[in-house]
T-cell receptor
Framework: DSGVTQTPKHLITATGQRVTLRCSPR?????VYWYQQSLDQGLQFLIQ???????AKGNILERFSAQQFPDLHSELNLSSLELGDSALYFC????????????FGQGTRLTVV | SQQGEEDPQALSIQEGENATMNCSYK?????LQWYRQNSGRGLVHLIL?????REKHSGRLRVTLDTSKKSSSLLITASRAADTASYFC???????????FGSGTRLLVRP
């Protein structure tokens, strides 16, 4: 158990809908990363937050947004969903804002139908 | 695009043999990490090597880093069926805070 909690574990939704994925980092970790993993794209970095502020941005679509709250949990919002958004979405946390060992949650499997 | 690319994409070996996976990256780095992922599950950190280190060991794992060639290798000695997983390298892409993963090597260890 990494100490990172992601909910829900599975999510099935229709095209055009909006969903929210939630991540609780390990106790004491200030940094949260979001990744998308699909079969044809590998593990894609989406965005990183550190202590409530956006720190780095990857290939995150405009339809996607994220935030980190004062209690350090984070949410990833995906809107106007398309079939191609079906993927595993991982959250990871680390103690600092710089790249050190990252601890991954078990992921949310999103299926868009 | 990915910062790191692993080679080979897939590797099948017999239990007891050694497995070597390679990772190449594009930009300067502060450190390079290796992670393991069992099918459909979260990634687990294996080892971190800093840019000023050339080799590091952890149990049956040996990692080398050649910054002049922008490459790293992960050696798993005396492999076990339980080592079957995908292995990813990850770099911090230099001065940014991003942690960027390669495309991964799928390792199958046959009993």
């Amino acid at each position: 158990d990494s100490g990172v909690t992601q909910t829900p574990k599975h999510l099935i939704t229709a095209t055009g809908q909006r969903v929210t994925l939630r991540c609780s980092p390990r106790s004491g970790d200030l940094s949260v990363y979001w990744y998308q993993q699909s079969l044809d794209q590998g593990l894609q970095f989406l965005i990183q937050y550190y202590n409530g502020e956006e720190r780095a941005k990857g290939n995150i679509l405009e339809r996607f947004s994220a935030q980190q709250f004062p209690d350090l949990h984070s949410e990833l919002n995906l809107s106007s969903l398309e079939l191609g958004d079906s993927a595993l979405y991982f959250c990871a946390s680390s103690p600092t804002g710089q790249s050190t060992e990252a601890f991954f949650g078990q992921g949310t499997r999103l299926t868009v139908v | 695009s990915q910062q790191g690319e692993e080679d080979p994409q897939a590797l099948s070996i017999q239990e007891g043999e050694n497995a070597t996976m390679n990772c190449s990256y594009k930009t300067s780095i502060n450190n390079l990490q290796w992670y393991r992922q069992n099918s459909g599950r979260g990634l687990v950190h294996l080892i971190l090597i800093r840019s000023n280190e050339r080799e590091k060991h952890s149990g049956r794992l040996r990692v080398t880093l050649d910054t002049s060639k922008k490459s790293s290798s992960l050696l798993i000695t005396a492999s076990r069926a339980a080592d079957t997983a995908s292995y990813f390298c990850a770099t911090d892409a230099g001065s940014s805070y991003k942690l960027i993963f390669g495309s991964g090597t799928r390792l199958l260890v046959r009993p």
